[in-house]
């Protein structure tokens, strides 16, 4: 069994759900770990004030929102829920809209769906895999789905020469003087533990591939946090609506659209690293 089988159970799937707007949408996918027992009716409205106050980060790639809120007494154990929808609704992201498919987390802790979050970046990231997921005829081809092996993402480019980052831009968000690297970057979102995790492995991915990941720490991390451990590290990586909410933290914050490209994160790297 899959770690994404462990938390996404059939009777929390649910196809073509017919929405208005995006706050059904996620009552939605509340509503189907409320029924559950995951959580209770307060976690659903906490996942909904997230979007209203922080924007919509949870849209972490084309199409796809990523439901979540801080781990709470509302929270009864850590779980999934996945709503494809009948029509997609707006969020308001300014690339990523309009929104087909809600998955909602709830989560514990920050630690017991890891290797669940990395499985589910994968897959979504490989486009025979999401259209497979997008023409699904019932929960049970979902979770077949879900439970495979991802496909091995496609190289985006050589490696880079220099076989660790030797310096990085460091104040402002986009120049400013060049020192020597601290060896970490950190992923941001609204909570910690959600669409951070999400940018985390599909930047790992990246890493691996260039042969970096034994000299740098990427670390999930929340804005309120991000905020006082900016400076132990060479850059941010984050959404729109979270850049804006962090705003000058003296160490460059650059915006990513899709937490689950490697394309993008590649060209990211080789830019901030001047590779």
Same mark, same amino acid.
């Given at each position: 069994?899959?770690?994404?089988?462990?938390?996404?159970?059939?009777?929390?799937?649910?196809?073509?759900?017919?929405?208005?707007?995006?706050?059904?949408?996620?009552?939605?996918?509340?509503?189907?770990?409320?029924?559950?027992?995951?959580?209770?009716?307060?976690?659903?409205?906490?996942?909904?004030?997230?979007?209203?106050?922080?924007?919509?980060?949870?849209?972490?790639?084309?199409?796809?929102?990523?439901?979540?809120?801080?781990?709470?007494?509302?929270?009864?154990?850590?779980?999934?829920?996945?709503?494809?929808?009948?029509?997609?609704?707006?969020?308001?992201?300014?690339?990523? $809209?309009?929104?087909?498919?809600?998955?909602?987390?709830?989560?514990?802790?920050?630690?017991?769906?890891?290797?669940?979050?990395?499985?589910?970046?994968?897959?979504?990231?490989?486009?025979?895999?999401?259209?497979?997921? $997008?023409?699904?005829?019932?929960?049970?081809?979902?979770?077949?789905?879900?439970?495979?092996?991802?496909?091995?993402?496609?190289?985006?480019?050589?490696?880079?020469?220099?076989?660790?980052?030797?310096?990085?831009?460091?104040?402002?968000?986009?120049?400013?003087?060049?020192?020597?690297?601290?060896?970490?970057?950190?992923?941001?979102?609204?909570?910690?533990?959600?669409?951070?995790?999400?940018?985390?492995?599909?930047?790992?991915?990246?890493? $691996?591939?260039?042969?970096?990941?034994?000299?740098?720490?990427?670390?999930?991390? $929340?804005?309120?946090?991000?905020?006082?451990?900016?400076?132990?590290?060479?850059?941010?990586?984050?959404?729109?609506?979270?850049?804006?909410?962090?705003?000058?933290?003296?160490?460059?914050?650059?915006?990513?659209?899709?937490?689950?490209?490697?394309?993008?994160?590649?060209?990211?790297?080789?830019?901030?690293?001047?590779?």
């Amino acid at each position: 069994m899959s770690d994404i089988s462990r938390l996404l159970h059939l009777a929390s799937i649910r196809l073509d759900e017919p929405v208005d707007d995006w706050r059904a949408a996620i009552r939605c996918a509340g509503g189907l770990l409320e029924r559950q027992g995951a959580i209770s009716a307060e976690y659903t409205r906490a996942m909904i004030t997230s979007v209203e106050e922080n924007g919509p980060y949870i849209v972490v790639a084309p199409g796809f929102a990523f439901a979540h809120a801080r781990p709470s007494e509302a929270v009864h154990r850590t779980a999934m829920s996945w709503v494809r929808l009948a029509h997609p609704v707006e969020f308001g992201h300014a690339s990523n $809209d309009p929104v087909s498919l809600v998955v909602a987390l709830s989560a514990t802790d920050r630690k017991e769906h890891l290797q669940a979050m990395r499985q589910l970046a994968t897959l979504l990231a490989a486009p025979e895999t999401r259209t497979a997921l $997008d023409r699904a005829a019932t929960p049970e081809e979902v979770l077949a789905l879900l439970g495979q092996d991802a496909p091995a993402p496609a190289a985006t480019g050589s490696a880079p020469a220099t076989a660790a980052p030797a310096s990085v831009e460091t104040s402002g968000t986009t120049t400013g003087a060049v020192t020597e690297s601290r060896h970490k970057i950190l992923t941001v979102c609204g909570n910690g533990l959600g669409t951070s995790l999400f940018l985390k492995n599909t930047l790992e991915q990246v890493l $691996d591939r260039w042969g970096w990941s034994p000299y740098l720490t990427v670390e999930a991390t $929340d804005t309120i946090s991000a905020r006082g451990k900016a400076k132990e590290a060479d850059f941010i990586l984050t959404s729109g609506e979270i850049a804006r909410a962090l705003g000058d933290v003296g160490v460059p914050v650059r915006v990513i659209e899709n937490f689950t490209s490697t394309t993008e994160l590649d060209a990211a790297m080789r830019d901030l690293y001047d590779v």
